[in-house]
């Protein structure tokens, strides 16, 4: 019984690593750009209540 | 168990110079932020401006905590692989909801800015004042240990002996904390959750490796085995955490974790639309599982590590029994740690756990803060309370509850697993909010009577804090009962469901809300 777990186990902890060194990936670059438009969106936002003000 | 075996640490001048740039570059960013806030929606929720891979980063740089780290180590040192079953509930919960969309997107589509928002939408102003001072109450005294398990980290990390340290280790980062939170709200939140995500994400994958490659997977099987037994392998095993349990963990880490806790919500309700909070939900899934297992291996890492050291470290008797302080417990992980990794790692293997602990602290400190002057303070003044009132005093607000935290960090005897006490002092929010949220959202039956008796009946939850259990003379030992943290929580639930169909069927609104 305790080697099935231990089976279970090995093989979680290794498709977690993996998996979730694939989405830092991904996060990491995505997020760069999001990080970009949302300072350029909150800009824009405020430029235009000033532009109506 | 005393002993006083000195841990060593590769903690050198290198490293403390990789952590004290990454501070300046923190607060740094905290003042960049300032630029971008102009009102309460900016400060609260950045412009409802964030996209789905921001999103994503900001959850899990807030969710991934230094405390997370912590919390679950100590449950992988103490209960071994089969505690790795919390991270597969949380995991599936957290993608089910994103999936089903399950009480998020019908919150998200209501376009309230707070969960008590919410409550008053639905239930009534009186009801957003209750439910949201019980929230911010049960959140703070969540918070309550985060400094101090930070804080343990760190003077375990960096080898600093003296205990006086580890007080002032506290007050530094929650100065620091509380001065890139006040100035630069959730933009500054948003974009230091981002960094933190990349640092602490590979510091982790990093660390995992080191640890199967310094100890080795056949090495760790047999301590836990030999440490723990079957119940260090089976979740399920009554003789270790057991069926209910694994359903309590599935319930607070899983469901309440990733749709009910406020800070988890707050990014749900500053996502750009109902696509990114779905997306947020499944990609995170992965986040929420990651964060449980790999600090828990890192706690079984710890275990073999002390276990070759022998009884001298004072983590197990001579015939080889594990020590239950549960302040030693917390400490392993840490400690290992400033074995394992060489000097200069460890010093970016720091900055980005304190990253994870900043990012988490300014995140919770603006999510209770907020909720203090939106959901108690202003309703309570009928809403007339002015744009620059309502930002100074969230502002106030920050800055108290970080005096607060630091009080309660020093003062407060744990006394149980810090997991444990995290899951049991969420419960006191979180039991009630279940029952205002899944039946407010869903049935249309559900009144404004029925939603106080279950905040009411939330805070039995209280009870599965061991002191509160000491000082009612309630324990086990006193009662002749076995009864834990998890009965408690999941009776509680059941609870707080039962009051709000008993009490909306009893006494149903005059006009039907939907």
């Given at each position: 019984?305790?080697?099935?777990?231990?089976?279970?186990?090995?093989?979680?902890?290794?498709?977690?690593?993996?998996?979730?060194?694939?989405?830092?990936?991904?996060?990491?670059?995505?997020?760069?750009?999001?990080?970009?438009?949302?300072?350029?969106?909150?800009?824009?936002?405020?430029?235009?209540?000033?532009?109506?003000? | 168990?005393e002993s006083n075996y000195a841990f060593t640490t590769n903690f050198a001048t290198l490293d403390w110079v990789i952590v004290i740039i990454y501070l300046i570059a923190t607060v740094g960013i905290g003042l960049i932020a300032k630029n971008y806030i102009k009102?309460?929606?900016?400060?609260?929720?950045?412009?409802?401006?964030?996209?789905?891979?921001?999103?994503?980063?900001?959850?899990?740089?807030?969710?991934?905590?230094?405390?997370?780290?912590?919390?679950?180590?100590?449950?992988?040192?103490?209960?071994?692989?089969?505690?790795?079953?919390?991270?597969?509930?949380?995991?599936?919960?957290?993608?089910?909801?994103?999936?089903?969309?399950?009480?998020?997107?019908?919150?998200?589509?209501?376009?309230?800015?707070?969960?008590?928002?919410?409550?008053?939408?639905?239930?009534?102003?009186?009801?957003?004042?209750?439910?949201?001072?019980?929230?911010?109450?049960?959140?703070?005294?969540?918070?309550?240990?985060?400094?101090?398990?930070?804080?343990?980290?760190?003077?375990?990390?960096?080898?600093?002996?003296?205990?006086?340290?580890?007080?002032?280790?506290?007050?530094?980062?929650?100065?620091?904390?509380?001065?890139?939170?006040?100035?630069?709200?959730?933009?500054?939140?948003?974009?230091?959750?981002?960094?933190?995500?990349?640092?602490?994400?590979?510091?982790?994958?990093?660390?995992?490796?080191?640890?199967?490659?310094?100890?080795?997977?056949?090495?760790?099987?047999?301590?836990?085995?030999?440490?723990?037994?079957?119940?260090?392998?089976?979740?399920?095993?009554?003789?270790?955490?057991?069926?209910?349990?694994?359903?309590?963990?599935?319930?607070?880490?899983?469901?309440?974790?990733?749709?009910?806790?406020?800070?988890?919500?707050?990014?749900?309700?500053?996502?750009?639309?109902?696509?990114?909070?779905?997306?947020?939900?499944?990609?995170?899934?992965?986040?929420?599982?990651?964060?449980?297992?790999?600090?828990?291996?890192?706690?079984?890492?710890?275990?073999?590590?002390?276990?070759?050291?022998?009884?001298?470290?004072?983590?197990?008797?001579?015939?080889?029994?594990?020590?239950?302080?549960?302040?030693?417990?917390?400490?392993?992980?840490?400690?290992?740690?400033?074995?394992?990794?060489?000097?200069?790692?460890?010093?970016?293997?720091?900055?980005?756990?304190?990253?994870?602990?900043?990012?988490?602290?300014?995140?919770?400190?603006?999510?209770?803060?907020?909720?203090?002057?939106?959901?108690?303070?202003?309703?309570?003044?009928?809403?007339?309370?002015?744009?620059?009132?309502?930002?100074?005093?969230?502002?106030?607000?920050?800055?108290?509850?970080?005096?607060?935290?630091?009080?309660?960090?020093?003062?407060?005897?744990?006394?149980?697993?810090?997991?444990?006490?995290?899951?049991?002092?969420?419960?006191?929010?979180?039991?009630?909010?279940?029952?205002?949220?899944?039946?407010?959202?869903?049935?249309?039956?559900?009144?404004?009577?029925?939603?106080?008796?279950?905040?009411?009946?939330?805070?039995?939850?209280?009870?599965?804090?061991?002191?509160?259990?000491?000082?009612?003379?309630?324990?086990?030992?006193?009662?002749?009962?076995?009864?834990?943290?998890?009965?408690?929580?999941?009776?509680?639930?059941?609870?707080?469901?039962?009051?709000?169909?008993?009490?909306?069927?009893?006494?149903?609104?005059?006009?039907?809300?939907?």
């Amino acid at each position: 019984m305790i080697e099935t777990w231990e089976t279970i186990w090995f093989w979680t902890l290794i498709i977690v690593l993996t998996v979730f060194g694939v989405l830092t990936i991904v996060v990491g670059i995505g997020g760069y750009f999001d990080v970009k438009t949302l300072l350029r969106s909150m800009n824009e936002r405020h430029q235009d209540t000033d532009d109506l003000s | 168990m005393e002993s006083n075996y000195a841990f060593t640490t590769n903690f050198a001048t290198l490293d403390w110079v990789i952590v004290i740039i990454y501070l300046i570059a923190t607060v740094g960013i905290g003042l960049i932020a300032k630029n971008y806030i102009k009102d309460m929606t900016d400060f609260v929720v950045a412009g409802r401006s964030i996209k789905s891979y921001l999103a994503i980063a900001t959850m899990l740089g807030s969710e991934i905590g230094l405390v997370t780290v912590m919390y679950t180590a100590q449950k992988g040192f103490n209960g071994g692989f089969s505690a790795f079953h919390i991270g597969i509930a949380a995991g599936a919960a957290c993608f089910l909801i994103g999936i089903s969309g399950f009480i998020v997107v019908p919150l998200r589509k209501t376009g309230v800015m707070t969960i008590p928002e919410y409550y008053e939408m639905r239930f009534g102003r009186g009801v957003r004042i209750v439910g949201g001072a019980i929230m911010v109450t049960a959140g703070i005294m969540n918070m309550g240990m985060f400094l101090k398990a930070s804080a343990i980290f760190l003077t375990e990390l960096t080898g600093m002996a003296d205990p006086v340290s580890l007080n002032w280790v506290m007050t530094i980062l929650t100065a620091i904390v509380l001065v890139y939170t006040i100035i630069g709200g959730m933009v500054s939140v948003v974009i230091t959750d981002y960094v933190q995500f990349v640092l602490l994400a590979f510091a982790m994958l990093g660390v995992s490796l080191l640890g199967i490659y310094q100890i080795g997977w056949e090495p760790l099987v047999e301590t836990v085995k030999t440490v723990h037994g079957a119940p260090g392998f089976d979740p399920l095993n009554q003789d270790g955490f057991g069926i209910t349990y694994v359903v309590w963990m599935f319930f607070t880490f899983g469901l309440v974790s990733c749709g009910v806790w406020p800070t988890a919500v707050a990014r749900v309700l500053a996502a750009e639309n109902e696509r990114v909070v779905r997306h947020l939900f499944v990609w995170s899934s992965i986040g929420f599982m990651t964060r449980f297992i790999i600090p828990q291996f890192l706690g079984i890492c710890a275990l073999a590590w002390l276990a070759k050291l022998g009884p001298t470290t004072g983590y197990f008797t001579a015939e080889g029994l594990l020590t239950s302080n549960s302040d030693e417990t917390l400490k392993a992980m840490p400690r290992y740690l400033a074995w394992a990794i060489p000097s200069g790692g460890i010093g970016l293997f720091a900055a980005g756990m304190l990253a994870a602990m900043m990012s988490t602290h300014c995140s919770y400190l603006l999510c209770w803060a907020t909720s203090i002057v939106e959901d108690v303070v202003n309703p309570m003044m009928n809403g007339k309370l002015t744009m620059q009132w309502r930002m100074f005093l969230t502002r106030s607000m920050i800055f108290l509850v970080g005096v607060f935290l630091l009080a309660w960090s020093i003062w407060y005897p744990m006394e149980q697993d810090l997991l444990d006490y995290l899951a049991v002092s969420a419960g006191i929010y979180a039991t009630g909010a279940v029952a205002l949220l899944v039946l407010g959202l869903y049935w249309a039956g559900a009144s404004r009577v029925g939603a106080y008796w279950a905040l009411f009946s939330g805070l039995f939850a209280i009870v599965g804090l061991t002191p509160v259990r000491k000082f009612l003379h309630i324990t086990n030992a006193e009662l002749g009962l076995e009864i834990n943290e998890a009965q408690i929580g999941l009776g509680t639930t059941a609870l707080a469901v039962a009051a709000m169909v008993v009490g909306s069927l009893l006494f149903p609104d005059r006009t039907e809300k939907s």
